[in-house]
């Protein structure tokens, strides 16, 4: 299934399902104008065709103790497929690393990087990110307010 089959009912689903994604079938089928039967079964078909991904809490990083998020741009000491593929393995592992994203322009990654506080982040950048093999250079940028943090896209 693609954006462009998608009906307006679809989408309504899943609006409402980034807003809410605990919302009961019956008041997901209240709300889009349909009986149960036929609003989980686009749920299904959504979810089948791999439209929705997954569910998932979101949660407060500072009440859990994560206080410093940071991105790092990383570049890489080459090119080839072996070395990105490497690099990715290897960046895959560590938990603290939350999004990697390959880029074009000065580096070659983004890496969206949470942990306790800038000591834990120094020692995960000095002992863990930088001693990556691949890693040639790195620079980071501490995230000091984000006034925006939404997973929710828009669904055309």
């Not at 506080?117 to 930088?130: A, M, P």
Request: glycine residues 4%; charged residues 30%.
């Amino acid at each position: 299934m693609s954006s462009s089959k998608l009906d307006q009912i679809d989408r309504k689903v899943l609006e409402i399902l980034q807003d809410n994604a605990k919302i009961t079938n019956a008041q997901l089928s209240k709300e889009i104008g349909l009986s149960p039967a036929p609003t989980l079964e686009r749920v299904k078909k959504l979810e089948t065709s791999g439209i929705i991904q997954s569910y998932h809490a979101k949660l407060d990083r500072e009440r859990v103790g994560l206080g410093v998020t940071t991105i790092v741009m990383v570049t890489l000491v080459g090119h080839k497929k072996q070395v990105t593929d490497s690099f990715v393995k290897k960046v895959s592992d560590i938990p603290e690393i939350i999004e990697c994203h390959h880029i074009t322009g000065d580096g070659d990654f983004l890496l969206k990087v949470i942990a306790k506080d800038i000591t834990s982040y120094q020692k995960l950048l000095l002992e863990v990110i930088n001693e990556i093999e691949e890693v040639a250079n790195t620079k980071s940028m501490v995230i000091l307010s984000t006034f925006k943090d939404s997973k929710r896209l828009p669904i055309p």
